[in-house]
């Protein structure tokens, strides 16, 4: 069974950084795009980036490209995402996702996701 | 980026079929995608490619549509299915969310 086992709650103050891992087990993720997705209290889902852990190449939406950072390290199967200078709307829950079959090419359609991290950003 | 358009909210009888609706603002072909969430949950994947149901998902849970307009139905609805629906779009980048359709059961 393929499992993403997120960290724990944050709690950060406006200005710092926190940074979450999504540690994967049953799969390997080199054979896969990490997806971070985040939703906001009562909202949506939004998608932050992807990376492709095989090669460290990513990809960011362009609201986050100055506020979070995708990295993966394939030797313990985990990926990870850094969040800088926290703002109180960066209060969300932070989810990984990949996609574990790989359907006519689209590695977006996201069908393993973890149990979703919360970070709150309170002075 | 691609804007999806959901309707906000359901409330269907058990039994009942329901179909909730999905409109991009701009062409995806069939890169549509519809996933459940419940409360406290992650996100699951139930269509994807705009038709295909996932493997485990029952066969309730059907979708149709191409370009940019969308369906997902439920025939019928059960107690279980209460929940939030989202669609997804990975046809253009950045991929790109619904903000929900909320489904009651009455």
């Known amino acids: 069974e393929v499992q993403l086992q997120q960290s724990g709650a944050e709690l950060g103050k406006p200005g710092t950084s926190v940074k979450l891992s999504c540690k994967v087990s049953?799969?390997?993720?080199?054979?896969?795009?990490m997806h971070w997705v985040n939703q906001r209290p009562g909202k949506g889902l939004e998608w932050i980036g992807r990376?492709?852990?095989?090669?460290?190449?990513?990809i960011y939406a362009e609201k986050f490209k100055s506020k979070a950072t995708l990295t993966a390290d394939t030797s313990s199967n985990t990926a990870y995402m850094q969040l800088s200078q926290l703002k109180s709307d960066d209060t969300a829950i932070y989810f990984c996702a990949i996609p574990l079959i790989i359907r006519g090419g689209d590695y977006y359609v996201m069908d393993a996701w973890g149990q979703g991290a919360s970070v709150t950003v309170s002075s | 980026d691609t804007v999806l358009t959901q309707s906000p909210a359901l409330a269907v009888s058990p039994g009942e079929r329901v179909t909730i609706s999905c409109r991009a603002s701009?062409?995806?072909?069939?890169?549509m995608h519809w996933y459940q969430q419940k409360p406290g949950q992650q996100p699951k994947l139930l269509i994807y490619g705009a038709s295909n149901l996932e493997s485990g998902v029952p066969a309730r849970f059907s979708g149709s549509g191409s370009g940019t307009d969308f369906t997902l139905t439920i025939d019928p609805v059960e107690a279980d299915d209460t929940a939030t629906y989202f669609c997804q779009q990975s046809w253009n980048d950045p991929p790109t969310f619904g903000a929900g359709t909320k489904l009651e059961l009455k």
């Open positions: 990376i492709d852990p095989a090669n460290g190449n990513t």
């Open positions: 701009e062409s995806v072909s069939t890169g």
């Open positions: 049953g799969y390997n993720i080199r054979n896969t795009y």
